[in-house]
């Protein structure tokens, strides 16, 4: 004999009973393995120096992850960012992400780099020895084909020109906008208190991330940047539609990335410890 749902409403409830039940454990299961994956208070590496594995590219102009001219490359150990002249005559403003594949929201990221090399010819001024970690990112696939940047908050790295003061772990703020000193900080640029460093030496920058509490940059142990409150910037049409999506402007969370802005850089270290909220 068939029996209706509509019928029977307590088959209705067991079933949907059973439904709720079998997809909390499987989110539990889902949850459980991912804190095996990143124990809270240990420092996991995101490069395991051998190839991209957990990494996405998203290069303008080309489609989510097509790695475009092998930009972003794995050699000798290293995360590499390289423009090959064959495929990169000018840099035409393809700005590239190379995101990792899940989002965090409570953390500490360490990274080495070092800037390499010649800029990329066609490449901005403002872009030489100049590349970027991108905290709290949107989702990469929600990204269009020729968007530029991520909206995020941007740990901007950049390396001296040999005379100039250039600090390093700077903030800039694609689509976004932070709190300093109790005020909305609206300019798209703010300079660390860091050093400059000029020549080709590794360079050690941590970045601690407390959701929406606050985020503080962190050059050779030392803090050079601190603020709070990272939100989407209603000015941006991007964001704005971001922010209706999420319900609010208030980041607790997103994707990270490293960026490839036109001047070759090496990584040698992407590593996350994941705290406690």
């Keep these: ?67 475009y001219a092998d930009t972003f490359r794995v050699a000798d150990g290293l995360l590499q960012v390289r423009y090959d002249p064959q495929h990169y005559a000018k840099f035409e403003e393809r700005f590239g992400h190379l995101h990792y594949q899940r989002p965090f ?26 590349s970027g970690i991108m905290l709290h990112g949107e989702p990469p696939e929600g990204m269009a084909v020729d968007q530029d940047f991520p909206v995020s908050i941007e740990a901007q790295l950049l390396g001296g020109n040999g005379t100039d003061p250039r600090p390093t772990a700077n903030l800039c703020t694609p689509g976004t906008n932070v709190v300093m000193n109790g005020k909305l900080f609206l300019p798209h640029c703010i300079s660390s208190k860091s050093k400059t460093y000029h020549g080709d030496q590794w360079v050690t920058v941590e970045i601690e991330v407390r959701g929406s509490k606050v985020i503080r940059h962190i050059v050779e142990g030392e803090v050079v940047l601190e603020y709070t409150e990272p939100q989407l910037d209603p000015r941006d049409p991007h964001a704005k539609e971001l922010a209706e999506k999420q319900g609010g402007l208030l980041l607790e969370g997103g994707y990270i990335s490293l960026q490839s802005e036109s001047h070759p850089i090496d990584f040698r270290r992407v590593e996350i410890m994941v705290l406690e909220p």
């Design 1 to 67: 004999m068939r029996v209706s749902m509509q019928n029977c409403p307590w088959l209705q409830y067991v079933l949907t009973l059973a439904a709720v039940v079998f997809f909390s454990c499987e989110f539990r299961a889902a949850a459980e393995d991912r804190e095996q994956e990143f124990p809270v208070g240990k420092w996991v590496s995101l490069f395991n120096g051998k190839d991209l594995d957990g990494w996405i590219p998203k290069i303008r102009y080309s489609k989510l992850g097509e790695n």
């Design 105 to 130: 929201s409570h953390y500490r990221l360490r990274v080495e780099y070092r800037f390499v090399g010649e800029q990329c010819p066609g490449g901005p001024g403002w872009a030489y020895r100049n």
